[in-house]
């Protein structure tokens, strides 16, 4: 995360293992508590949390609709004045302009993916999002992750957990009733659930 990031050594990883794990974590009488040892990172929900906020703030404020983009998260909010459906353009993991588009009814929604946060050493590229049992940048055979849902913190942590499954755990997202998915694997499929309004860009 610093402005030189480098590749921890196997000793400082390893060390670092034990520390991990949300069974560490005491929940008690509305308090958390953590060993000295350990902090929170709430990278994983903290923007979809932070548009719930703006939700409810713009509901209390009778805000007739509007959208929010947080880049990674946005939110879609209330109901546009000609009656039309919300069109979000989807980027392209590739970084070659535009994937497609979703027409959607106001909603929140967020997109995982290891193509904008990463760097580069000795010709390996190394992601943002960890997986927890190693240390090291997952290794998933999806590229990019968004799903539509009415809870921004959900469509913000579902992305990320969705992610980190790889297609191999996709399936049962693509048909979940409380929200929508649409992922790219590292061979260039799309994945789109089932209801959700999907275009596929032109070539």
């Known amino acids: 995360t610093s402005a030189q990031p480098r590749v921890p050594e196997e000793t400082d990883r390893l060390a670092a293992l034990p520390t991990v794990g949300d069974h560490r974590i005491r929940l008690e009488d509305g ?15 903290a923007k979809g949390y932070a548009l719930d906020r703006i939700a409810a703030q713009w509901q209390d404020a009778e805000i007739a609709y509007g959208v929010l983009s947080m880049r990674s998260s946005v939110l879609l909010y209330g109901e546009k004045p000609d009656g039309t459906a919300f069109t979000v353009q989807i980027q392209n993991p590739d970084g070659k302009g535009i994937l497609g588009t979703v027409t959607t009814p106001a909603c929140f929604l967020s997109t995982s993916g290891g193509y904008e946060r990463f760097f580069e050493t000795d010709g390996v590229r190394y992601c943002h999002i960890l997986d927890l049992s190693t240390g090291c940048p997952t290794e998933t055979d999806l590229t990019s992750v968004t799903v539509f849902t009415d809870n921004g913190l959900k ?16 399936e049962a997202h693509l048909h ?28």
Do not use: H, N
């Not at 308090?31 to 929900?45: E, F, K, N, Y």
């Not at 469509?155 to 996709?170: A, C, E, K, P, V």
């Not at 929200?179 to 089932?194: F, H, N, P, Q, W």
């Open 31 to 45: 308090s958390i508590t953590l060993p000295p040892d350990m902090q929170l990172d709430l990278g994983a929900v």
């Open 155 to 170: 469509s913000d942590f579902l992305s990320t957990l969705i992610f980190l499954g790889g297609t191999g755990q996709l």
């Open 176 to 203: 979940a009733q409380d929200y929508k998915v649409l992922a790219v694997d590292t061979a260039g499929r799309i994945y789109c659930s089932e209801g959700l309004q999907f275009r596929e860009a032109e070539a």
